[in-house]
T-cell receptor, first 113, second 114 residues
C-alpha cells in the first residue's frame, strides 16, 4: 500500500531565507510524486511532479523538489521564501499499479516578514 | 475554460437530510474523484471514476454515492447526512488514468451538518 509522510506540521522561515518542506513516501512500484499548494479557502493547486529522469524537478512560482530514491524522499525547496508563499503544502504519491493519489497530511508554511 | 467547478460553495444541513454536491469539468478528463479534507488528515478519497459509466469506492465511501453519466459531471450524493460528514469536499479531475498525470481541483464545498 502507498503512504506519504510529512513529518512537520508547521514550518516557519524568514522572508528571503531558503525553505524546505519534507516528504517521504512508500510505494510498491515506481513512484510518481506530486506537490500541491493550498491557499486559504481555495482548492489545491499543482506545483510540480516527478515522473522519471532528473532528480531535481522545477515547478511553478520558483519551487523545486529533490527526489532521493535511496531515502524515499521528495522534499520541496525554494531558494528565497516570500511572504506570499505562506500556505498549506501537500505531498502526494501514485504508483504505476494504482490509479489513485495518496496525500500526506499537509505542512503549513509560514513565511515571516 | 472554467476548469473544475463545484456547487454550492457552502451548505448547512440537518442530520438525516440528503443533498447532492455538484462537480463539473470542461477539460474532457477521463478521471474524476471526490475527496474530503479534515484538519490534520490531508485529503481522503471518497469515490472515483475512470470514465463515464464507471465508478469505484475510495478510502472513505460510506454514506456517499456517486454516478458518472457523462464525462463532464460527477455528482456526490449524501444519503442521510451525519455530523461526521462535516468537512470540506473537493472534486478533482485528471486527463487520464496514467500515474504521471496530475489532478486539477475545484474550489471546494464547505459542508456543515448540525
Amino acid at each position: 500500500a502507498q503512504s506519504v509522510a510529512q513529518p512537520e506540521d508547521q514550518v516557519n522561515v524568514a522572508e528571503g531565507n531558503p525553505l524546505t518542506v519534507k516528504c517521504t513516501y512508500s510505494v510498491s512500484g515506481n513512484p510518481y510524486l506530486f506537490w500541491y499548494v493550498q491557499y486559504p479557502n481555495r482548492g489545491l493547486q499543482f506545483l510540480l511532479k516527478y515522473i522519471t529522469g532528473d532528480n531535481l524537478v522545477k515547478g511553478s512560482y520558483g519551487f523545486e523538489a529533490e527526489f532521493n530514491k535511496s531515502q524515499t524522499s521528495f522534499h520541496l525547496k525554494k531558494p528565497s521564501a516570500l511572504v506570499s508563499d505562506s500556505a498549506l503544502y501537500f505531498c502526494a504519491v501514485r504508483d504505476n499499479y494504482g490509479q489513485n493519489f495518496v496525500f500526506g497530511p499537509g505542512t503549513r508554511l509560514s513565511v515571516l516578514p | 475554460n472554467a476548469g473544475v467547478t463545484q456547487t454550492p460553495k457552502f451548505q448547512v444541513l440537518k442530520t438525516g437530510q440528503s443533498m447532492t454536491l455538484q462537480c463539473a469539468q470542461d477539460m474532457n478528463h477521463e478521471y474524476m474523484s471526490w475527496y474530503r479534507q479534515d484538519p490534520g488528515m490531508g485529503l481522503r478519497l471518497i469515490h472515483y471514476s475512470v470514465g463515464a459509466g464507471i465508478t469505484d469506492q475510495g478510502e472513505v465511501p460510506n454514506g456517499y454515492n456517486v454516478s458518472r453519466s457523462t464525462t463532464e459531471d460527477f455528482p456526490l450524493r449524501l444519503l442521510s447526512a451525519a455530523p461526521s460528514q462535516t468537512s470540506v469536499y473537493f472534486c478533482a479531475s485528471s486527463p487520464g488514468v496514467g500515474p504521471y498525470n496530475e489532478q486539477f481541483f475545484g474550489p471546494g464545498t464547505r459542508l456543515t451538518v448540525l
